[in-house]
T-cell receptor, first 114, second 113 residues
């Protein structure tokens, strides 16, 4: 299996622009997670899906952030409008059901908002 | 108070020594605990899990859990330069079938050759 695939790997944009990050989870995984990582705040859970349904979006910072999972093999995280404080590495991870604690992370999307 | 707390380090140890990494958590109902390793510029990967009080050993790694004190630790014996990375403590705050993990900010470990 190719693992979790994220795109783009790097994104540089200007404040106010729309940003869309994409994720393809591992085939057969039931759960998909979006995390954001910064030096100051570490790895923060933004939202997670179970069988394409959003379960908990309490970590989404504000209404500028939205996430969708239209099918089992694709998810997007959108920021509109983007702000400099959104600069971070955004990770997508997927897992099977079961309390194994094993999340398979993608390589991340490094976002820089100028 | 953060849900999962770790000392950010860096923790510097000489090659061959024991590295001790610590983590505390705030949610008393948490049942499962994990250690992830993240190399610079890479994504986190799971290295250890622990579910019950006591020690769990896997090769050079030992995870320790004390639920009464809400404390988790990771010991790395015979530390190698290749162990230099950030170690993230993670707690499952939901349990059941869901791997909803809350991570600490990580401890940077530097093993000096």
């Amino acid at each position: 299996d190719a693992g979790v695939i994220q795109s783009p790997r790097h994104e540089v944009t200007e404040m106010g622009q729309e940003v869309t990050l994409r994720c393809k989870p591992i085939s057969g995984h039931d759960y998909l997670f979006w995390y954001r990582q910064t030096m100051m705040r570490g790895l923060e859970l933004l939202i997670y899906f179970n069988n394409n349904v959003p379960i908990d979006d309490s970590g989404m910072p504000e209404d500028r952030f939205s996430a969708k999972m239209p099918n089992a093999s694709f998810s997007t995280l959108k920021i509109q409008p983007s702000e400099p404080r959104d600069s971070a590495v955004y990770f997508c991870a997927s897992s099977l059901a079961g309390e194994t604690g094993e999340l398979f992370f993608g390589e991340g999307s490094r976002l820089t908002v100028l | 108070q953060k849900e999962v707390e770790q000392n950010s380090g860096p923790l510097s140890v000489p090659e061959g020594a024991i590295a001790s990494l610590n983590c505390t958590y705030s949610d008393r109902v948490s049942q499962s605990f994990f250690w992830y390793r993240q190399y610079s510029g890479k994504s986190p990967e799971l290295i250890m899990s622990i579910y019950s009080n006591g020690d769990k050993e896997d090769g050079r790694f030992t995870a320790q859990l004390n639920k009464a004190s809400q404390y988790v630790s990771l010991l790395i014996r015979d530390s190698q330069p290749s162990d230099s990375a950030t170690y993230l403590c993670a707690v499952n705050t939901v349990g059941g079938a869901t791997n909803k993990l809350i991570f600490g900010t990580g401890t940077l470990l530097a093993v000096q050759p």
